[in-house]
């Protein structure tokens, strides 16, 4: 079994790293296959896509692959790619897509940021902050500043009783809910439209609204 | 082992320091041994109110500083033998005291004293977390001013996040009855409901607060006055009895909240 093997695909090149083979064997294989290639086509412009199979390469490995391909102008990696991931990369992406249900009173001064979608039974007082990346679901009530979709993701979408709040955000987009009037409904969503303006529709109105997560929930076409 | 509480607010002048010499003056008045320490450091005012300015050597930075022994620097009341005042410092370096020399000073007099009131300053910088370091409990004081009670909610926030062994508790101070029945200024139960902590007691407005200020003589000396009435029921209630919360007088047939009011003053008439 060769350490390192090299293979067409319709995009380019994939080189592909043995898992089961030490990484130093790996590293005298491609020094000479990128030493073979070099003397064989010493002018062909190559793509290369570096697979790792099962196992995950540390940043000092990956620069030596890096070091490795800098000897030759012509032959360039794409990237290198792997299976698997680390713990903490899980534990980020879970965090990220969990709904977080937060039952607590952010008070004046306070700013609460989360990662993913909010689930929020608690009460933000005037001057406090709910922060997070994701949509927000509110059953509590928000006397302060809510902001979904931080710091600039124009698709996410605040559900909820918002009439109270001093501010809505999502994204880069805000209101001063005091200048406008925002009818005090739990069936109300707040969303950016497609002129990049905060906007105001009904929970029925979802698939219009945002049809990527209408489909993602389940939403029947 | 005494209890050591801290009076703060957050907004300046809403009545840390009449509220700390008031208590001290009632749990004396109950037979309790009080001191009362001013945490304000370059405002001191606490001994002026209680007419005591005139008998202050050392102060808090010397006790800190180890220059004087702290029972060198208390101040003993003129009216009651248990009260003492532990006077703060006139400099204006901010910096002459850390959290961990006020604990120190705190622990040692709550050897010796029932009750240890830290008058702190306002604002939440390090002279509010000077006033925390050696607490058990915080009395946070509040007056119906929204501007009063946002920073009450900013301090109750801070001191959810430096928690101390017992919840902070809420006094309402400068009660004006008439412009709570109006709807002028947001009632008692929608002050605490939106504080979310224990009301612990209320006093009314009363320029006889000042008056007696003026003169070195806090109120709670004169037992007819409603202000003086207001923190004698606090007094008692720190001391563990059981007080239904006074009543300021009649109450007016439609009392309109603030709330409502404001609500009215902003829906649109279609
Ligand atoms: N119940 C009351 N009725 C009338 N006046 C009052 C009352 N309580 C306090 N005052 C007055 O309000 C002013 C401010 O009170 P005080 O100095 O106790 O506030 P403070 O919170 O300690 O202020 P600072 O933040 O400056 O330390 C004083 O003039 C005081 O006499
Ligand atoms: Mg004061």
Known sequence: MKAVSLKGTKNGYELVLDEAASFTDSIAELTDLLAKLDHDYPTKRMHLDIITGNRLLNDAQRDEIHRLFANYKHLLINGISSNVITIAEAKRIRESENVHVIYQTIRNGQEFTVTGDVLFLGTIHEGGKLVTSGNIYVLGSVHGVIQAGAPNSEDKFIVGDLHTAQQIRIGEQFDIVADKQIKGSFQNVAYVNNLHILDYGKIGELKQINPKFYNRIGGVQ | ?270
């Open chain 2, 1 to 270: 082992m005494g209890r050591a509480i801290v009076v703060t607010s957050g907004k300046g002048g809403v009545g840390k320091t009449t509220t700390t010499a008031n208590l001290g003056v009632s749990l004396a008045l109950m037979g309790k041994k009080v001191c009362l320490m001013d945490l304000d450091i370059g405002l001191r005012n606490l001994d002026v109110i209680l007419g005591l300015d005139n008998r202050i050597i050392y102060d808090i930075v010397d006790v800190a500083s180890g220059e004087a022994k702290l029972r060198q620097a208390l101040v003993k009341d003129k009216r009651f033998d248990s009260l003492y005042v532990l006077p703060a410092a006139q400099t204006t370096n901010k910096d002459s005291l850390t959290p961990e020399q006020v604990k120190t000073i705190v622990d040692e007099l709550q050897q010796e004293f029932d009750y240890v009131f830290i008058d702190c300053p306002a604002g939440i910088e390090q002279g509010f977390l000077n006033a925390i370091a050696g607490a058990d409990g915080a009395i946070v004081v509040t007056t119906p001013e929204i501007s009063a009670v946002r920073d009450a909610d900013r301090v109750i926030g801070l001191l959810e996040q430096h928690p101390l062994d017992d919840q902070p508790k809420l006094v309402i101070n400068r009660i004006r009855k008439n412009m709570m029945d109006n709807g002028d200024t947001m009632d008692i139960d929608e002050i605490t409901q939106h504080l979310g902590i224990e009301l612990l007691g209320i006093v009314v407005d009363d320029d006889a607060v000042i008056r007696t200020s003026n003169h070195g003589e806090p109120i709670v000396m004169d037992p007819d006055n409603q202000a003086s009435q207001g923190y004698r029921n606090i007094a008692r209630r720190i001391n563990g009895e059981t007080v239904p919360l006074m009543q300021i007088d009649d109450t007016k047939e439609s009392k309109q909240s603030f709330w409502s009011k404001l609500g009215n003053l902003f829906s649109k008439k279609d």
